[in-house]
């Protein structure tokens, strides 16, 4: 057929397939996804929750509270005691460091909360998604 399509036919002469170069399939790849429906789930891979710090931070907790686990999106009223223990997540954590700013993204509405741990006070930042953010700027900066 051509050198980036090779169809492939068993012994009894049925197709069972068809084999594409890569360039081909880089071209195609979308529109056959698209049309049978799949979800490429490597397209826009989530960052993996930093745990890691999160566990960091609870080990050097020197705040005169408690460690806190609740999340509460003031946008959406998504809310839950301990977010590590849901599954799937309610809300996803984006950061956390060592001075006590730990991050979160709401799963139902993407807002942002921000849980600012200072020496004797807990602050909550929710800062709602905006999608335009991108797109306006592209504007602006496109030729
Ligand atoms: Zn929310």
Redesign the pocket.
């Known amino acids: 057929m051509s050198d980036h399509i090779n169809e492939l036919f068993d012994r009894d002469g049925n197709l069972i397939g068809a084999l594409l170069s890569a360039e081909a399939w880089t071209v195609v790849k979308k529109q056959v996804l698209d049309s049978l429906g799949i979800v490429d789930k490597h397209a826009q891979p989530e960052k993996p929750e930093p745990v890691a710090d999160w566990e960091t931070l609870k080990e050097y907790w020197d705040f005169e509270y408690p460690v806190d686990t609740d999340v509460t999106?003031e946008?959406?009223g998504?809310t839950t005691q301990d977010w590590a223990s849901d599954d799937p997540r309610r809300f996803r954590l984006t950061s956390a460091n060592l001075a006590g700013l730990v991050s979160f993204k709401?799963m139902?509405?993407q807002?942002k909360i921000v849980k600012k741990h200072f020496k004797d006070e807990l602050k909550t930042e929710c800062t709602p998604y905006r999608d335009s953010k991108d797109t306006s700027k592209e504007g602006r900066y496109s030729r």
């Open positions: 999106c946008h959406c998504n709401c139902q509405c807002s």
